[in-house]
């Protein structure tokens, strides 16, 4: 009798570890309706979270064009249910042309070099990374999942409030370069709601991308991205597009309360600032402290310092960067060891003697997909500033990047207006630079249980940290851990950033324990998928754009 319950037993779980847990409504969710919309049609007709992902992308750099793009870098994430998790890196990459000290000029950095010249722009990842996610992940063909993105561009969309106060508001630089001007606006004048915006040079990009992505790197498109860039002092050359590859990293892997962490390993520091701080908190009774305590806020600024810290110090392009001690940074035994240093109501000091940092730069976006088989796909890409260089390639129809403005600003630069000048964050030939984008992953007992990321530049590992707290340790629904007042740390400068809705106690009493604050009306725009009792649970952030977009399978 006992032997056969055993066998019966041992039959279940063989049973039920074939058997993908399933979640009632897949989804996605992106900072755009239409993009998202993309994408869970592709569900609908049997494509994967990995398909779905793609569609929404290509979508996105349509009806988003200040951080969806053809022209930027990013992270894709996967947790596929029937194989191991995946991790696409599709970071811009430094042209073969630069070096530490490609932003000086006579010696002096060289601050518009840096960030708003065509030097400033990386070969762009984001075809080739979406195409090898598709490769390895993908059921509906290449081409299907640009359907959307190219009726989009060529018939054209009404635009949102949204949409037309963004590009309004960009006019003036728009102004500065003709096609730009020509593609973003009514012969000069702003467009607005509800007008229609056709961009047919885009349209036949992704035309000639849906046909073969190599046209990007090798093609038409690549011939038209080399001509602006040769014809206004720009780096790209032929060699650095034909040369540029996705690379297919470890998931970098952390354990916070029983449950497994999924993030983003090196070149970008979102994983590790989200994994050692979560690592320290683990430490602490949150729960009991309550959300938006001052205990809580205060715990989680002292973790957030010190994982910033430790990114400040070790982090870069891992291929540049062979010392990186992830191993330790990312243990238990360290955290507990930085645990011993935080003082439960009294504001450490961040070391003033090394360096602060640069400014933060605002646009880069995310999207979140689930589907009903329970594979997930988190992915945050980015042009670095809004719209990028604010700049499109002439008749392409799609914005360059400013990414390599990531880079630190040369050697031995640090000094206290924020420039860094640390090594493992120079420009180099091929390096890519590096990032704070962090795409999560959350797992409880084998079944996903949150996926999550966010735009923000530095604050974004502390924006999704908080998504995870507020779920894990405060147990809120999806809505509530978007619309919880946030709170940032970033080492340096010494101080937290705090929403505005914190509530006014628990600024005073972060005051009373030493902390400086700065206020801000909002940080990041999370985009977030809880999936509780089996079912899908979305939350679109209305911090920067009311009508960001969730879409069920
Ligand atoms: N450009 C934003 C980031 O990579 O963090």
């Not at 129809?397 to 040369?410: A, K, M, Q, T």
């Amino acid at each position: 009798m006992r032997n056969r319950l055993l066998l019966f037993l041992l039959l279940a779980l063989a049973i039920s570890a074939q058997t993908p847990p399933s979640v009632k409504g897949g989804m996605v969710v992106s900072q755009e309706r239409l993009a998202s919309e993309a994408g869970a049609q592709v569900l609908r007709e049997g494509g994967s979270a990995v398909d779905a992902a793609v569609a929404t992308a290509f979508a996105l750099a349509v009806v988003h064009p200040a951080a969806g793009n053809l022209g930027g870098g990013g992270f894709l994430l996967s947790r596929p249910v029937d194989g191991p998790p995946s991790f696409v890196d599709f970071r811009e990459a430094a042209p073969g042309a630069a070096g530490p000290r490609m932003w000086l000029k006579a010696g002096v950095y060289d601050e518009a070099r840096h960030h708003r010249s065509l030097a400033s722009v990386g070969v762009p990842g984001t075809v080739a990374g979406l195409h090898e996610a598709w490769r390895r992940e993908g059921r509906l063909p290449w081409a299907r999942l640009l359907h959307p993105a190219i009726r989009l561009a060529r018939e054209g969309f009404l635009l949102s409030e949204n949409q037309a106060a963004s590009l309004a508001e960009q006019l003036p630089e728009f102004r500065k370069h003709g096609p730009t001007l020509a593609q973003f606006s009514r012969d000069g004048l702003p467009l607005r709601t509800g007008d229609r915006l056709v961009q047919r040079d885009l349209a036949r990009t992704l035309v000639r991308i849906s046909k073969d992505w190599r046209d990007f790197y090798r093609g038409r498109t690549a011939r038209l991205i080399l001509r602006d860039t040769r014809e206004n002092a720009g780096l790209i050359r032929a060699a650095d597009l034909a040369a540029y590859r996705p690379v297919l990293r470890e998931v970098l892997r952390g354990r916070y309360r029983g449950l497994e962490v999924l993030a983003a390993p090196p070149p970008s520091s979102g994983g590790q600032v989200l994994i050692e701080a979560l690592n320290i908190l683990e430490g602490y009774d949150l729960r009991a402290a309550g959300a938006g305590s001052p205990a809580a806020v205060h715990l989680a600024s002292e973790a957030l310092r010190r994982a910033f810290a430790d990114r400040a110090r070790f982090l870069g392009d891992p291929a540049f960067n062979l010392d990186m001690p992830l191993d330790r940074l990312l243990s238990k035994a360290y955290a507990g060891e930085l645990r011993g240093t935080i003082e439960p109501d009294r504001a450490s000091v961040s070391a003033p003697d090394r360096f602060t940092w640069p400014r933060d730069r605002p646009d880069t976006t995310h999207l979140s997909v689930i589907d009903r088989r329970g594979s997930a796909v988190s992915l945050t890409y980015t042009l670095e500033d809004s719209y990028g260089l604010k700049r499109i390639v002439p008749g392409a129809g799609f914005l360059l990047n400013n990414e390599l403005g990531d880079f630190n600003g040369g050697p031995g630069l640090t000094d206290a207006t924020g420039l860094i000048g640390t090594p493992p964050n120079l420009a180099g030939p091929g390096k890519r630079p590096l990032s704070s984008m962090c795409p999560l992953i959350l797992v409880k007992d084998g079944a996903v249980l949150l996926v999550s990321g966010s735009p923000g530049g530095r604050s974004i590992p502390s924006t999704v940290l908080e998504t995870v707290l507020n779920v894990v340790d405060f147990g809120m629904d999806a809505r509530a851990a978007v619309d919880t007042p946030r709170f940032h740390h970033q080492w340096l400068p010494d101080r937290i950033q705090v929403e505005a809705g914190l509530a006014e106690a628990t600024r005073a009493a972060l005051k009373a324990m030493g902390h400086d604050l700065s206020v801000v009306k909002k940080q990041g725009c999370a985009q977030v998928i809880l999936v509780r009792d089996g079912q899908a649970e979305g939350a679109a952030d209305s911090r920067r754009w009311a009508d960001s977009g969730l879409a069920a399978e």
